[in-house]
């Protein structure tokens, strides 16, 4: 069984066009979050979220948006995609309230935009 | 400067040898991570640390807090050892955000 699952893994689209990746994670954990590696494969937050609280990292731009229909779920929605915005990201989850902190990550989405 | 560095950014080892990844970071920090990402690309959570030090099999992980440093060492290297290790902090902030080091990328040769 996949504890963090991302669909689709590779992900071709064309300058301006606006897409979604979606994530999934069966392990009961109360965070989600989205990172991004870039062509250095240098790994930055983008966003975090629990049921209570969206923290955005503030260098994200706002084309960027996290949707959360359960605490199970973390789709990313990117409009008017850019070439800049080629990269793997990678959702991962973690239990943070009740201690641990310990992370499991999905196996990352390669983004090419053309 | 990266809050979080990591040292050596290459490192390339003979099976069987002994290996050593730093780590030093710049702000406080509730835990630190080490993640292993393979060629493949996946992210596997090796170690969550904050204090003293941890093993698993052939991979042990120390920390330092007052000298904000961890060091990553394998154990009788092999070939399947090959990939990045990411040295990870999660700071004062909330909801578990981490901040990553650059990542060290060890190729272990037959």
Redesign the interface.
């Known amino acids: 069984d996949t504890a963090v699952s991302q669909t689709p893994k590779y992900l071709v689209t064309q300058m301006g066009n606006d897409k979604s990746i979606k994530c999934e994670q069966n392990l009961g954990h109360d965070t989600m979050y989205w990172y991004k590696q870039d062509s250095k494969k240098f790994l930055k937050i983008m966003f975090s979220y629990n049921n209570k609280e969206l923290i955005i990292n503030e260098t994200v731009p706002n084309r960027f948006s996290p949707k959360s229909p359960d605490k199970a779920h973390l789709n990313l929605h990117i409009n008017s995609l850019e070439l800049g915005d080629s990269a793997v990201y990678f959702c991962a989850s973690s239990q943070v309230f009740t201690g641990g902190y310990g992370y499991t990550f999905g196996s990352g989405t390669r983004l090419t935009v053309v | 400067k990266n809050e979080v560095e990591q040292s050596p950014q290459n490192l390339t080892a003979q099976e069987g040898e002994f290996i050593t990844i730093n780590c030093s970071y710049s702000v406080g920090i509730?835990?630190l991570?080490w993640?292993q990402?393979h060629p493949g690309?996946?992210?596997?959570?090796l170690f969550?640390l904050s204090s003293g030090k941890k093993k698993h099999g052939r991979l042990i992980a120390t920390i330092n807090i007052q000298e904000k440093h961890s060091s990553l060492h394998i154990t009788a290297s092999h070939p399947r050892d090959s990939a990045?290790y990411?040295c990870?902090v999660?700071n004062g902030?909330?909801?578990?955000?981490?901040?990553?080091g650059?990542?060290t990328k060890l190729s272990v040769k037959p």
């Open positions: 509730s835990a991570h993640l990402q690309g996946g992210i596997v959570s969550m990045v990411i990870a999660k902030g909330s909801q578990g955000n981490l901040i990553f650059k990542g």
